[in-house]
């Protein structure tokens, strides 16, 4: 044992004390951090303290040999050696290793370092190393032994920890120790007058506070507050309650989080006592009760009323209390004057005016009331302003307001939008049942605000109703509409607005003007380029629509270029419109529209001729989602609309048109040319892949939008067929030179003479083909070769579109 330091030899032996045994081994275990190495040196005294035997050891100091343990398994780490002879000293002490090591050391790093020679050792921390030359520079704090040795082997550590203070009853930093129960001392606070790597231990060895070699205090619970070691003390000289058996039969009880004790620590006997749970949902059955199962006591009242079954009670109401006797649930009613019938009868109850015994004017008033409208303002129902067939100025206070009556045109006048809150709306009513397309009920929006992006809204039907909502400072919309009367068929003045009939392509890419499926066209008159599609992406509802993709974008068209996507209405089909009269009537255009371009976009309706436009606008407010659209249209009172089979109206969406298609939305204008967009509008024509899809169009009589009308698919295609048609004919027959065979073409009548054109499939003796066309029916003819059988097959396209 001669190369152990002092204290092993102290701790081994028998007479010591068992105080300054202790004292020493607390010492000894901070020392032998640094000197790993000693594995042989630790199993001599791991063996000598098991001689001694462990009942010599104070319970508190069995981590320390539990630690000698664990240090005697590790064996020696060697890491590096250097075989230059170097001069035991401290402070900095350059050595030189093997430079073909991959180890590496840090700054800072705890090192120690053993010569051959026995005895000899020194420890410090890297002060630099480099790797090219092998050069490691160690400050060493700890040497043991004196002279130049050689054959060093160097290896990490932990910094150690030197020099201890001892406190019985003394002062360090100027605190006073106190010896609690002759076991150990206590500071009341930190102390500060320890140096790098000191630390603080009583007279029994029990380690109080230790500073590190970068200046960091710490206390050291080693040997306290564990399992099998000291109870430590709080603040106020009590052990802690976590040191302490508790919540378990026999020791000490706990307080839950509210500052109570838990149910399930009381005795058996107080268990029985009511405890309020919380609500209970009756009819969700919310949290889930169980009949004949629960904790005797608990109580839950009811928040919702409802009929989940519990021991045979099945009618809950608000109020009413559930509680568990331990064996059943019963019922506790909430609602003291409960009554569930009314002289052996339920339900409602009629009672005559006699039956009402009140004493209160308004109680008397009630019953003999002259209507209904009379009884709701006395008891102060909905708040609704009450109009007879007058004007009304709508405030910030009206709830509602409802018509009685109407012999004429009637405006009700909105407050600023600004004046309401969030969300706020009103409701409009005809009660009178007189409202009509003659005698509306026109609402004007207050100044520059808006009703659904319009200055107005017209209600014009019978018992017509409408929830207006305040969306901005100066927005209104439509939040609902009462049902309005519509016809059967035929709403939509648009023909196959949902595109789901394209005889001409069947749904392939078209990338030249002209149609792009039935009575949808476009036209381009700049550099720009796209194409046009019907694909199948649509709104739940609808199955395809138009899909146009720039493929050659513009960045500034010129003021003459035109590109927009169309469809015409004939003009038979809008007699109704009363359009050019000072009557003309108002029509609400909607559709679907998703666009990869967010922004606003420009659209028109004009007449045939392009003399009369209104021109609108349409927000695509987020790209690539589907977004409705609906724009109110009065009605126009001036210019030429056709009523024969020419086109009568035109519905246009610009897809970014030149400066001259510029126009004033909202507003209805005498032209030269369509005014399909605004200045400000969306170009989609500059952006080079941009895309724009509609769908569900609609043009309907009216100031509301309906759902999209419907049409059966072979009504639709039948509709379709008296603008274009494609089919098959085929002609075989014998004839002379000079004679020919001739074969009708079965397509149902159409708008006009169509122009027609066919692709022979199959031929046989064939000297040429010829078409005769009419509205009402055309025929497909042949010359043979020569005299004999001939025959043709050809597909035929009839074409009389707008």
């Given amino acids: 044992m001669s190369n152990l330091p002092a204290e092993l030899d102290f701790v081994t032996n028998k007479s010591a004390s068992p105080e300054r045994m202790n004292l020493a081994m607390a010492a000894l275990d901070l020392r032998l951090r640094t000197l790993e190495s000693y594995k042989p040196n630790f199993d001599a005294l791991l063996a000598q303290i098991q001689q001694v035997g462990l009942d010599r050891l104070n319970t508190a100091l069995l981590p320390v040999y539990n630690e000698l343990v664990s240090i005697a398994n590790l064996g020696a780490i060697f890491v590096a050696t250097s075989a230059p002879s170097v001069t035991v000293a401290t402070g900095n002490v350059p050595f030189v290793?093997?430079?073909?090591l991959a180890q590496q050391f840090a700054p800072a790093q705890w090192l120690v370092a053993m010569s051959a020679d026995a005895g000899v050792v020194m420890a410090g921390h890297v002060v630099?190393?480099?790797?090219?030359?092998?050069?490691?520079?160690?400050?060493?704090?700890?040497?043991?032994?004196?002279?130049?040795?050689?054959?060093?082997?160097?290896?990490?550590?932990?910094?150690?920890?030197?020099?201890?203070?001892?406190?019985?009853?003394?002062?360090?930093?100027?605190?006073?120790?106190?010896?609690?129960q002759h076991k150990r001392t206590l500071l009341g606070t930190a102390p500060t007058a320890l140096a790098d790597g000191e630390f603080a231990i009583d007279e029994h060895g029990a380690l109080l506070w230790w500073k590190d070699y970068q200046g960091n205090l710490h206390s050291l619970p080693l040997l306290a507050g564990l399992a099998n070691t000291l109870a430590t003390l709080d603040a106020t000289g009590l052990v802690p309650l976590s040191q302490l058996p508790h919540g378990v039969a026999n020791t000490l009880a706990t307080l839950d989080s509210g500052g109570h004790l838990p149910l399930n620590q009381l005795p058996a006997a107080l268990q029985g006592a009511m405890t309020y749970i919380g609500t209970w949902d009756a009819s969700a059955n919310n949290p889930a009760l169980v009949s004949g199962a629960g904790t005797k006591g608990y109580l839950y009242r009811v928040n919702n009323a409802g009929t989940t079954p519990l021991d045979g009670i099945t009618q809950w109401n608000v109020g009413d209390m559930a509680v568990f006797n331990g064996t059943v649930w019963n019922k506790w009613d909430g609602i003291s004057n409960e009554v569930l019938s009314v002289a052996g009868r339920t339900g409602n109850v009629t009672l005559a005016l006699a039956d009402l015994l009140d004493s209160t004017a308004v109680g008397r008033a009630l019953g003999s009331a002259a209507s209904v409208a009379v009884q709701r303002v006395l008891l102060n129902i909905d708040q609704a302003t009450m109009v007879n067939d007058a004007n009304q100025a709508i405030t910030n206070a009206m709830e509602a307001v409802v018509w009685t009556a109407i012999t004429a045109p009637r405006t009700g006048t909105l407050p600023s939008a600004a004046s309401m809150n969030q969300g706020q709306t009103v409701y409009i009513f005809d009660e009178s049942g007189a409202c009509s397309q003659n005698n509306t009920i026109t609402l004007t929006a207050n100044g520059a605000d808006t009703i659904n992006g319009a200055?107005?809204?017209?209600?014009?039907?019978?018992?017509?109703?409408?929830?207006?909502?305040?969306?901005?400072?100066?927005?209104w919309t439509v939040s609902s509409v009462g049902s309005a009367p519509t016809a059967p068929i035929g709403r939509n003045l648009l023909i196959n607005g949902g595109f789901d009939s394209d005889q001409r392509y069947g749904g392939t890419l078209v990338s030249t003007p002209g149609y792009l499926c039935d009575m949808w066209n476009n036209s381009t008159s700049g550099a720009g380029v796209y194409s046009a599609q019907v694909v199948a992406d649509a709104p739940p509802g609808l199955r395809n629509s138009l899909k146009t993709t720039v493929t050659t974008a513009v960045a500034s068209p010129g003021a003459t270029e035109v590109y927009q996507l169309f469809t015409a209405v004939e003009g038979v089909n809008i007699a109704k419109l009363k359009w050019g009269l000072a009557s003309g009537r108002t029509v609400t255009l909607s559709f679907w529209v998703k666009a990869s371009v967010a922004g606003t976009y420009g659209l028109c309706i004009g007449n045939g001729g392009g003399t009369q436009c209104y021109t609108a606008t349409y927000v695509v407010t987020t790209a690539n989602v589907w977004q409705y659209a609906t724009i109110v249209i009065p009605g126009a009172t001036a210019g030429t609309w056709a009523s024969d089979t020419t086109a009568g109206l035109r519905l246009i969406f610009d897809l970014g048109s030149g400066s001259n298609s510029n126009g004033t939305a909202g507003a209805w204008a005498t032209t030269t040319t369509y005014a399909r967009r605004t200045a400000a509008s969306v170009r989609l024509i500059s952006t080079a892949g941009a895309t724009h899809q509609v769908t569900g169009c609609q043009i309907e009589l009216g100031s509301y939008a309906t759902?999209?009308?419907?049409?059966?698919?072979?009504?639709l295609t039948l509709a379709c067929m008296r603008y274009y048609w494609k089919g098959q004919c085929n002609i075989q027959g014998y004839a002379t030179t000079s004679g020919r065979v001739k074969s009708s073409i079965s397509h149902p009548p159409m708008r006009a003479t169509p122009a027609g054109n066919w692709s022979m499939n199959s031929q046989g003796n064939v000297s040429s083909v010829g078409l005769e066309l009419a509205a009402n029916g055309s025929a497909l003819w042949l010359i043979p070769s020569a005299t004999g059988d001939?025959?043709?097959?050809?597909?035929?396209?009839?074409?009389?579109?707008?």
Avoid: C
């Fill in 790 to 802: 001939a025959y043709y097959n050809a597909t035929i396209t009839l074409d009389a579109s707008l």
């Fill in 128 to 180: 630099s190393y480099v790797r090219a030359t092998g050069t490691l520079t160690i400050n060493v704090s700890n040497a043991f032994g004196a002279g130049a040795h050689g054959n060093w082997t160097i290896f990490p550590t932990v910094p150690p920890l030197l020099t201890a203070q001892a406190i019985d009853g003394g002062t360090l930093d100027g605190q006073p120790g106190t010896v609690i």
């Fill in 455 to 475: 200055s107005s809204y017209v209600l014009n039907y019978a018992n017509a109703s409408v929830a207006l909502m305040r969306v901005s400072s100066t927005k």
């Fill in 97 to 100: 290793i093997d430079a073909s």
């Fill in 707 to 715: 759902e999209f009308e419907y049409i059966p698919v072979d009504r």
